[in-house]
Structure formats: structure tokens, C-alpha cells
């Protein structure tokens, strides 16, 4: 299994610009999860989901959206690309319940510009 | 009261120490409770789960003391390899909060 994978690596967007952070899980979780990590901080919640076609807002969803078509895909799309969205994003994905063991995919580095 | 504190660290031990770190939160009705590890630059990964009667893994105790509202997280006799962040997290009804982290460093 390749658990929880996430493209791009690494990507600079100019501001105003959007983009879609792919995350794939093959491990057939329900519960799956996009948090921010900004330097020396813990990492904060954007949006979760508690399974195909089911999100819900975390801590910090503005300027952010998400989708959920199937069990093993979980999107974020950042549509106005802003300075304050510099971070490294982390997907991540649960089996037994929201916020219960999470794997996380390998994050993707954002630089906006 | 900030909704979790941890103490940032760094805290820098030798080889072979213990070391302890706290992790402090806020809601009472809080539920489940985790230790995550977080190498530099990398995913955080799980380290362990917290019980109210303690979770032991080899040289890893982790803690929680519902009075108090805290969890602790105890290495013994540490390893270079032990050098990480060690991020507690807590599910607060469906609020899911990471700390900010500590960072351990062992030295030789």
C-alpha cells in the first residue's frame, strides 16, 4: 500500500492565482483530513471529511475548499491564492472515527508570491 | 487558557537520558488524546495513543491526568534517534487540535 499520498511536492503560486493539492488514500479509510502547518506552529485543520460526498469546515477553511467524490480522493482547491496561504499542507486519513489514528501523506509546500 | 500548551522546547538531553513533555488543553469534555512524532521537515507520525490508566511502548509512558487537564509523554533512556517534534493532539468533539509542538534534541 502507498497509504497517503500528495502532489504537487512543492509548488510557488503568484497571488490571485488557484490550484487544486491532490490527496489520494488506497487504504480504504473514510475519515480523511486537510490540515496547515505554518513554521513552528502545530498544524491546524481546513476541512475534513467523514466519508464520499461528506465535508465539514475546521478551524481555518477560509479561502479554501474541498470535495469529496470518492473514498480514496480528498482535493483542496485554493481559488485566490494570498501570502497568508505560504504554508505546508498535510493530508491525512482515519479509519475508526473522526481525529482517531491518523497517517498522514508526505504535505506539500506552498509559496505564494 | 490558549486550547493546548506545550512547552516549545528545545529541550536538549544527553544519550541515555529521561526527558518528559506536557501537553496541557483547555475543555474538560475533551476526548481521545495522541502523541505524534514529526521529524524535521516531514509528516507527523504516529507515536502513540493516551489513556486515563497510561500506555506504555518500550521506552515511551504516556500520560493523562483528566483532573488537571494534561498529558505527558515520558522517553527513557534516549537515543539520537529520539531527536524529533513531538506534537500532542486532542479531539475535542469533533475539534480536532494539534499543540505546537516540542522539540527534543539528543546529543551524544
Known amino acids: 500500500n502507498a497509504g497517503v499520498t500528495q502532489t504537487p511536492k512543492f509548488r510557488i503560486l503568484k497571488i490571485g492565482q488557484s490550484m487544486t493539492l491532490q490527496c489520494t488514500q488506497d487504504?480504504?479509510?473514510?475519515?480523511m483530513y486537510w490540515y496547515r502547518q505554518d513554521p513552528g506552529m502545530g498544524l491546524k485543520l481546513i476541512y475534513y471529511?467523514?466519508?464520499?460526498?461528506?465535508?465539514d469546515k475546521g478551524e481555518v477553511p477560509n479561502g479554501y475548499n474541498v470535495s469529496r467524490s470518492t473514498t480514496e480522493d480528498f482535493p483542496l482547491r485554493l481559488e485566490l491564492a494570498a501570502p497568508s496561504q505560504t504554508s505546508v499542507y498535510f493530508c491525512?486519513?482515519?479509519?475508526?472515527?473522526?481525529?482517531?489514528?491518523?497517517?498522514f501523506g508526505p504535505g506539500t509546500r506552498l509559496l505564494v508570491l | 487558557r490558549k486550547e493546548v500548551e506545550q512547552d516549545p522546547g528545545p529541550f536538549n538531553v544527553p544519550e541515555g537520558a529521561t526527558v518528559a513533555f506536557n501537553c496541557t488543553y483547555s475543555?474538560?469534555?475533551?476526548?481521545?488524546f495522541f502523541w505524534y512524532r514529526q521529524d524535521c521537515r516531514k509528516e507527523p507520525k504516529l507515536l502513540m495513543s493516551?489513556?486515563?490508566s497510561g500506555n506504555e511502548d518500550g521506552r515511551f509512558t504516556a500520560q493523562l491526568n483528566r483532573a488537571s487537564q494534561y498529558i505527558s509523554l515520558l522517553i527513557r533512556d534516549s537515543k539520537l534517534s529520539d531527536s524529533a517534534t513531538y506534537l500532542c493532539?486532542?479531539?475535542?468533539?469533533?475539534?480536532?487540535?494539534f499543540g505546537q509542538g516540542t522539540e527534543l534534541s539528543v546529543k551524544p
Open positions: 491525512a486519513s482515519s479509519t475508526t472515527g473522526v481525529g482517531e489514528t491518523q497517517y
Open positions: 487504504m480504504n479509510h473514510n475519515y
Open positions: 471529511s467523514v466519508g464520499a460526498g461528506i465535508t
Open positions: 475543555n474538560s469534555a475533551s476526548q481521545s
Open positions: 493516551v489513556y486515563s
Open positions: 493532539f486532542y479531539n475535542q468533539g469533533g475539534k480536532l487540535i
